[in-house]
């Protein structure tokens, strides 16, 4: 069966309503565009409007870090099926970088995990009673950064863990009339993928990791969080669906003396090169 991006329409989520943070750009557009695709009604909102907009996607400008903004916007709806919290991200940031302020770059961590933990459970919180009353569904955009040691971005890493445990938590204090769930996302090809992987010749060594021999297109994110949302996954809350091509082939293989073999079948000798696989929505922020 061919794996590349294209997937069936869902039924089940015409006429209901769908809000995506950050939902203009990579990732964010990716899983609008796959909601409107099933027929549903969306709104995205971010802090900036998308470059171009996005066809059967509504926007509205909302920065998420505030909090009675939030609970206004989601006050003001009439109805809420589904709310994907997928606003985050994090540029490459050490925790000590030499000769920087301490307390700056202790701030500068503080706001990443403010980002990608507080404020969706921020928006999860407004959105509750909504969702309550249409027995609607959440869920969050996490990351395999979330469950692996990820240096240069620990933060990020350490807020998508409990981005994750939230959701678990979330999925059992809220049942039955909400279901909760993550999406456990790993490397995408969004249009900022050259600057993760330098260009294209980069971007096709790293999909060569990948067991299913290429990165995520957005609309791979898109299917899965469609399907969390709709009929089919009437039982499923409190999961974590992992979102990855198979994941990561550990490096000690390839540090291995001698021959291995790929993760497409082939033998090949052992390459050197390495890389920094960091999931898309490590940068630029959004939201």
Same mark, same amino acid.
């Given at each position: 069966?061919? +794996?590349?991006?294209?997937?069936? =329409?869902?039924?089940?989520?015409? $006429?209901?309503?769908?809000?995506?943070?950050?939902?203009?750009?990579? =990732? @964010?557009?990716?899983?609008?565009?796959?909601?409107?695709?099933? $027929?549903?009604?969306?709104?995205?909102?971010?802090?900036?409007?998308?470059?171009?907009?996005?066809?059967?996607? $509504?926007? #509205?400008?909302?920065? &998420?870090?505030?909090?009675?903004?939030? %609970?206004?916007?989601?006050?003001?709806?009439?109805?809420?099926? =589904? &709310?994907? +919290?997928?606003?985050?991200? #994090?540029?490459?940031?050490?925790?000590?970088?030499?000769?920087?302020?301490?307390?700056?770059?202790?701030?500068?961590?503080?706001?990443?995990?403010?980002? +990608?933990?507080?404020?969706? &459970?921020?928006?999860?919180?407004?959105?509750?009673?909504?969702?309550?009353?249409?027995? $609607?569904?959440?869920?969050?955009?996490?990351?395999?950064? @979330?469950?692996?040691?990820?240096?240069?971005?620990?933060?990020?890493?350490?807020?998508?863990?409990?981005?994750?445990?939230?959701?678990?938590?979330?999925?059992?204090?809220?049942?039955?009339?909400? %279901?909760? +769930?993550?999406?456990?996302? @790993?490397?995408?090809?969004?249009? &900022?993928?050259?600057?993760?992987?330098?260009?294209?010749?980069?971007?096709?060594?790293?999909?060569?990791?990948?067991?299913?021999?290429?990165?995520?297109?957005?609309?791979?994110?898109?299917?899965?969080?469609?399907?969390?949302?709709?009929?089919?996954?009437?039982?499923?809350?409190?999961?974590?669906?992992?979102?990855?091509?198979?994941?990561?082939?550990?490096?000690?293989?390839?540090?291995?003396?001698?021959?291995? =073999?790929?993760?497409?079948? %082939?033998?090949?000798?052992?390459?050197?090169?390495?890389?920094?696989?960091?999931?898309?929505?490590?940068?630029?922020?959004?939201?």
């Amino acid at each position: 069966m061919d +794996n590349s991006a294209a997937h069936p =329409v869902d039924s089940s989520l015409h $006429g209901r309503t769908v809000v995506v943070t950050g939902g203009t750009r990579g =990732v @964010g557009a990716g899983i609008a565009r796959a909601f409107a695709e099933a $027929g549903a009604t969306v709104l995205a909102c971010a802090r900036r409007p998308p470059e171009e907009p996005l066809e059967g996607v $509504g926007f #509205t400008a909302l920065d &998420l870090r505030d909090p009675p903004a939030v %609970r206004t916007f989601f006050a003001a709806l009439p109805r809420l099926d =589904v &709310l994907v +919290n997928n606003a985050g991200g #994090t540029p490459y940031r050490p925790l000590i970088e030499p000769g920087a302020d301490a307390v700056a770059l202790a701030e500068r961590h503080a706001r990443i995990v403010e980002l +990608n933990l507080i404020t969706p &459970l921020t928006a999860s919180l407004a959105a509750h009673e909504h969702l309550r009353r249409s027995r $609607g569904s959440i869920v969050m955009v996490g990351s395999v950064s @979330g469950a692996r040691p990820s240096p240069g971005t620990a933060a990020y890493g350490a807020a998508k863990a409990g981005l994750a445990g939230l959701a678990a938590s979330m999925a059992v204090e809220w049942a039955p009339e909400v %279901r909760v +769930n993550t999406l456990v996302v @790993g490397m995408v090809r969004t249009e &900022l993928a050259h600057l993760h992987y330098g260009g294209p010749d980069g971007v096709a060594a790293v999909s060569r990791t990948v067991p299913l021999g290429r990165l995520a297109a957005p609309a791979d994110v898109g299917a899965a969080a469609v399907f969390l949302a709709s009929d089919a996954a009437a039982y499923i809350s409190g999961a974590s669906l992992q979102v990855h091509g198979g994941g990561e082939r550990p490096a000690f293989l390839d540090a291995a003396v001698g021959t291995t =073999v790929r993760p497409n079948g %082939r033998e090949a000798a052992a390459e050197a090169a390495g890389h920094r696989a960091t999931d898309a929505s490590t940068t630029p922020l959004e939201g």
